[in-house]
């Protein structure tokens, strides 16, 4: 039987691959396909002429497109493995070369026929012109950096195929690395613009490298070179500007620019937060503020980990009092519920969490860090609760600890291991009633390495290494917020401790 089903899973695993391998060679072929085809009905508009090109050519342009693309997948699937099963991100990368070259065509074409309107102008001057860098702003902002080099470089190449001009690829290269770095932690849609002026700039300056190259002197025709060679980096921001909402949208991917609107502290939900959830608002910023200031450290976005810290806990809008952050009374709303009735009510802010989260289109990495960010980890309180409860009273019916855990699954990324562990110590801290440094760090130590041998951080990718730093940028924040103060005259206030009680384990209300 076992030798059956080690059988079975070779026979899957293989017709996964078989399958697999197919997408990606239908992907393969459709792009060349589409980009051949697009490069073959631009060289018309090069040439000016309708002269039909031959099989073998058509063959010739396809399987050169094909081989780039492989290189390019290679080198990509080198740098990040996953993308072998990333179709979307494997789409994404083909339209964008593919939408790329017909903007080209279309912006060479009219400016073409503008210079044509003028005379006495050299008609492959429009080349200057053709906005080839907006596919790499888009990678860079929409996928990665390394992406957007690598888009350049087969841009590039893939243009002097097209054009037939072997110093085109420089500028065009030129003009689409500026683009991809112009726009690295792009904070604002404004910062387009910027990128767009740097992209101006050095095509400018890449335009006149190229005609003392080609051997010939400042003429006439520089000024019409310098402002082609402008416009192709103000074309670059209009053309962004307009397609970077769409390809968002459409992938459901999430950039920095739409982090920072998220980010808004005026968002609906964020706002819900604050009205329904105070003192759950104020935990989640505190909560921003640990996982930034370790992001850093440990190669995570800082923007991506703060954002979603803000939303990791909206699910407790549903039911606020029963946290024990937004309770008010003297009496706790568990005093008369049994801990498993209990433990399921806190259990069911990530689900409400979740469905908060669609309700107002968050994006999926948000909601996937929403569900993730208690991964299975016990409700201890309850759980020894429980535990007394059916010491004290042998006729109550017994619990296991599965009873008393979230349903998952664990962190699966940096971000949400990050949050996972910043909103334990934060709920924790708050239980100290002489907050030292010293105290702290202890604090951190022991519920960062509960976590561990819990098995909560098997499944992300931080290492020893990492954990260290995160405790060590932990510690610093919380000694930062607990930091000493002075009383002022006549603001004494005696016996104000009298009355203060150590807060109950930050299970109770998480």
């Known amino acids: 039987m076992k030798s059956l089903k080690t059988d079975n899973a070779e026979i899957n695993k293989h017709h996964l691959i078989t399958k697999g391998s197919f997408i990606r060679l239908s992907l393969l072929m459709l792009f060349s396909g589409l980009i051949g085809a697009t490069i073959l009905f631009g060289r018309g508009f090069i040439s000016g002429t309708a002269t039909e090109v031959s099989h073998e050519a058509a063959a010739g342009v ?12 290679k080198d990509l699937k080198r740098y990040t493995p996953t993308i072998e ?10 339209i964008l070369l593919t939408t790329n070259f017909i903007l080209g065509e279309v912006f060479y074409f009219i400016f073409k026929l503008f210079t044509l309107w003028l005379g006495n102008i050299d008609p492959m001057l429009p080349i200057y012109v053709i906005p080839l860098a907006t596919g790499s702003m888009l990678a860079a902002l929409l996928i990665d950096i390394h992406t957007a080099i690598l888009l350049t470089i087969v841009s590039s190449l893939i243009a ?16 689409g690395i500026t683009a991809a770095f112009g726009v690295i932690r792009c904070k604002r849609r404004s910062a387009i613009w910027r990128g767009g002026l740097y992209v101006s700039m050095v095509c400018v300056f890449t335009s006149m490298i190229l005609i003392l190259y080609r051997g010939h002197l400042p003429g006439p025709e520089t000024m019409v070179i310098i402002g082609f060679s402008f416009l192709n980096g103000m074309l670059v921001a209009i053309l962004v500007s307009a397609l970077l909402p769409v390809g968002e949208k459409f992938f459901k991917l999430i950039t920095d620019i739409s982090l920072l609107e998220l980010l808004d502290l005026n968002q609906p939900l964020l706002q819900e937060l604050l009205a329904e959830a105070p003192s759950t608002y104020h935990h989640s910023i505190v909560v921003g503020n640990l996982v930034e200031s370790a992001a850093e450290a440990v190669g995570v976005n800082p ?19 029963y946290f024990i952050e937004n309770q008010t009374g003297l009496v706790s709303r568990h005093e008369n519920m049994s801990p498993r009735m209990s433990a399921l009510v ?34 201890t309180y309850f759980w020894q609760k429980a535990r007394e409860q059916h010491e004290a009273d042998k006729t109550l019916p017994p619990s296991t600890e599965d009873d008393f855990r979230y349903p998952g699954p664990k962190p699966r990324t940096n971000v949400a291991a990050l949050i996972h562990m910043a909103d ?23 519920i960062v390495n509960n976590r ?18 995160i405790k060590t940028h932990f510690v610093f924040i919380l000694s930062s917020m607990f930091h000493k ?20 384990a930050p299970e109770a209300g998480h």
């Open 160 to 175: 002097g195929l097209w054009l037939n001009d072997p110093v085109y690829p420089i500028f065009n290269f030129a003009a």
């Open 485 to 504: 103060r002075i009383n002022y005259p006549g603001f004494e206030i005696e016996n104000e401790d009298t009355d203060k009680k150590p807060a109950a």
């Open 424 to 446: 334990a110590v934060e709920a924790a801290s708050r239980t100290l009633t002489e907050p030292t440094p010293e105290k702290i760090s202890a604090l951190i130590d022991r």
């Open 62 to 73: 396809v399987l050169v497109i094909g081989l780039l693309l492989i290189i390019f997948y």
């Open 303 to 321: 923007l991506m980990a703060r954002v979603s810290a803000y939303y990791h806990d909206i699910g407790k809008i549903k039911m606020p009092e």
């Open 85 to 94: 099963k990333d179709y979307k991100t494997i789409i994404l990368v083909g």
């Open 452 to 469: 561990i041998i819990d098995g909560q951080l098997d499944e992300c990718e931080l290492t020893l290494k990492d954990i260290r730093e």
């Open 346 to 379: 806190l259990i069911s802010h990530v689900k409400e969490g979740v469905e908060l989260a669609k309700k107002y289109n968050l994006p999926k990495a948000i909601i996937d860090i929403i569900q993730q960010h208690h991964g299975t980890s016990i409700q």
